[in-house]
């Protein structure tokens, strides 16, 4: 017996750590938490993408802010005339003629009707909103990536409940073949201990499987390449006392000011508000301002003309002029327009208020399940004491002889369950505590 109890004492104060497949690797690097999801974090390509949308957001943002600036162009043209065509002194003649042309001129955009202004207002939420998709993105991957964590801890434990159980019947058939020998008791229960460490050795093949799986799933979330040697670390276990807020409308309160998902709907809403004012702004005149000069060559083939740089010197022409736009009539365009853009707008206030609801809705199961998860974990923990000290006393009947083995058997199976509720239950409480950070911005 305190061979057992020391085998179980020694699984149970092991680092929590596994290192598993064919050809480990002793020296892996444990992996924690924290590091999963950095890691995760920087090489998941869905965050990646993200990044790039923010980046396209950027730019368009700065094309928005170059828009009021003047745009200057110079330009060169040459043309060839054969038959009846234009002579220098303005007449039509039956000719052959060659003109060059030279310009450079620009223009400016003096007023129109706000569009410039609300067009760089609308990059900015929409760059804003790209931002808050990117932290919604990689909010998402903590999330996958503590599941997944909390899966392999899990399976972790089970394999410690599986090896637990092979410890106890593997002393079980010593202790039994050494009776056998004395004559004491016969074969048959001898077998019948042997089948159940048989059973105990599949458990644990099973369990080592479910753990590789885990490993496996947890490797693809960060992208790399095999999950070969891949080693985890139970994180503190005093985060496992942290208090829970007294109820869910304070962390709601916390979550709203710093969730991306709210303040991306948010940030949206507002874009939709400013794409009415852009669509208002068919209804007002534009006011532009142009000028630039101009000059040309022109030659009559055949025939002597002025030289070049003195036709270029003589034809120079400035030029600036304004143009005035006042719309009148355009089939209706510009009211629709704005129709649409107060249609989008309804519809983007009630995605907003959606996601807010949906968040409560949340935070409101995260809550139940971290307080259930935390009373279940107190009560496991009750129950793995009690069952503990009913095997620990049927165990020594057991070997007494003043207890079947059947009776033995149920006192083990109930022990050995109550150890992985007990597992199950601590990391449950941990992954809702940590789903309850998250939610009020930690």
Same mark, same amino acid.
């Given at each position: 017996?305190?061979?057992?109890?020391?085998?179980?004492? +020694?699984?149970?104060?092991?680092?929590?750590?596994?290192?598993?497949?064919?050809?480990?690797h002793?020296?892996?690097? $444990?992996?924690?938490?924290?590091?999963?999801?950095?890691?995760?974090?920087?090489?998941?390509?869905?965050?990646?993408?993200? &990044?790039?949308a923010?980046?396209?957001?950027?730019?368009e943002?700065?094309?928005?802010?170059?828009?009021?600036?003047?745009?200057?162009?110079?330009?060169?043209?040459?043309?060839?005339?054969?038959?009846?065509?234009?002579?220098?002194?303005?007449?039509?003649?039956?000719?052959?003629? #060659?003109?060059?042309?030279?310009?450079?001129?620009?223009?400016?955009?003096?007023?129109?009707?706000?569009?410039? %202004?609300?067009?760089?207002?609308m990059?900015?939420?929409?760059?804003?909103?790209?931002?808050?998709?990117?932290? =919604?993105?990689?909010?998402?991957i903590?999330?996958?990536?503590?599941?997944?964590?909390?899966?392999?801890?899990?399976?972790i434990?089970?394999?410690?409940? #599986?090896?637990?159980?092979?410890?106890?019947?593997?002393?079980?058939?010593?202790r039994?073949?050494?009776?056998?020998?004395?004559?004491?008791?016969?074969?048959?229960?001898?077998?019948?201990?042997k089948?159940?460490?048989?059973?105990?050795?599949?458990?644990?093949?099973?369990a080592?499987?479910? !753990?590789?799986?885990?490993?496996?799933?947890?490797?693809?979330?960060?992208?790399? @390449?095999? $999950?070969?040697? +891949?080693?985890?670390?139970? @994180?503190?276990?005093?985060?496992?006392?942290?208090?829970?807020?007294?109820?869910p &409308?304070?962390? +709601?309160a916390?979550?709203v000011?710093?969730?991306?998902?709210? =303040? #991306? /709907?948010e940030?949206?809403?507002?874009?939709? &508000?400013?794409?009415? %004012?852009?669509?208002?702004?068919?209804?007002? @005149?534009?006011?532009?301002?142009?000028?630039?000069?101009?000059?040309?060559?022109?030659?009559?083939?055949?025939?002597?003309?002025?030289?070049?740089?003195?036709?270029?010197?003589?034809?120079?022409? $400035?030029?600036?002029?304004?143009?005035?736009?006042? $719309?009148?009539?355009?089939?209706? /365009?510009?009211?629709?327009?704005?129709?649409?853009?107060?249609? !989008?707008?309804?519809?983007?206030?009630?995605?907003? &208020?959606?996601?807010?609801?949906?968040?409560?809705?949340?935070?409101?199961?995260?809550?139940?399940?971290?307080?259930?998860?935390?009373e279940?974990?107190?009560?496991?923990?009750?129950?793995?004491?009690?069952?503990?000290?009913?095997?620990?006393?049927?165990?020594?009947l057991?070997?007494?002889? =003043?207890?079947?083995?059947?009776?033995?058997?149920?006192?083990k199976?109930?022990?050995?369950?109550?150890?992985?509720?007990?597992?199950?239950?601590?990391?449950?409480?941990?992954?809702?505590?940590? !789903? !309850?950070?998250?939610?009020?911005?930690?």
């Amino acid at each position: 017996m305190n061979k057992i109890m020391k085998t179980t004492a +020694f699984l149970f104060s092991m680092m929590m750590c596994i290192c598993i497949a064919n050809g480990q690797h002793a020296n892996s690097t $444990p992996w924690s938490l924290e590091s999963c999801v950095q890691y995760a974090l920087n090489h998941n390509l869905t965050v990646k993408q993200s &990044e790039n949308a923010v980046a396209q957001r950027e730019v368009e943002l700065n094309t928005a802010k170059n828009s009021v600036w003047p745009v200057f162009q110079a330009s060169a043209s040459q043309n060839f005339s054969f038959g009846r065509g234009l002579s220098e002194d303005n007449t039509y003649v039956s000719s052959n003629t #060659a003109n060059t042309s030279f310009g450079v001129g620009g223009s400016m955009n003096l007023f129109t009707g706000f569009r410039v %202004k609300n067009n760089i207002t609308m990059g900015k939420l929409n760059l804003e909103a790209a931002n808050a998709d990117c932290d =919604k993105a990689k909010e998402d991957i903590r999330i996958a990536v503590t599941q997944a964590y909390m899966l392999i801890l899990y399976n972790i434990e089970l394999c410690k409940v #599986a090896e637990l159980q092979i410890v106890i019947d593997s002393t079980q058939v010593e202790r039994l073949t050494a009776l056998r020998d004395a004559g004491k008791i016969g074969p048959a229960e001898v077998s019948s201990r042997k089948s159940t460490l048989a059973q105990s050795r599949l458990t644990l093949t099973q369990a080592r499987n479910n !753990l590789r799986i885990a490993i496996l799933d947890m490797t693809q979330l960060l992208e790399l @390449p095999s $999950p070969e040697g +891949f080693v985890v670390v139970a @994180p503190d276990e005093s985060v496992l006392v942290t208090d829970i807020l007294s109820d869910p &409308e304070q962390i +709601f309160a916390q979550a709203v000011a710093v969730r991306p998902a709210v =303040k #991306a /709907e948010e940030m949206r809403t507002e874009a939709a &508000e400013t794409n009415i %004012k852009l669509a208002k702004a068919g209804w007002w @005149p534009t006011l532009s301002m142009n000028g630039g000069v101009i000059t040309d060559y022109y030659a009559l083939l055949g025939h002597t003309s002025k030289g070049f740089a003195s036709q270029l010197g003589d034809n120079f022409s $400035p030029y600036v002029g304004i143009t005035l736009n006042v $719309p009148i009539f355009n089939r209706l /365009e510009t009211r629709n327009n704005v129709r649409k853009a107060k249609l !989008l707008l309804e519809s983007q206030q009630l995605q907003s &208020e959606n996601v807010r609801k949906a968040l409560y809705k949340e935070i409101q199961q995260a809550y139940y399940n971290a307080v259930a998860a935390r009373e279940k974990w107190l009560s496991s923990g009750v129950a793995e004491a009690s069952a503990r000290e009913n095997f620990e006393l049927s165990e020594a009947l057991y070997e007494a002889g =003043k207890r079947t083995s059947t009776e033995f058997n149920e006192a083990k199976n109930n022990y050995l369950q109550a150890v992985s509720n007990l597992a199950q239950a601590r990391c449950e409480y941990f992954y809702q505590v940590q !789903l !309850l950070e998250l939610y009020r911005g930690n």
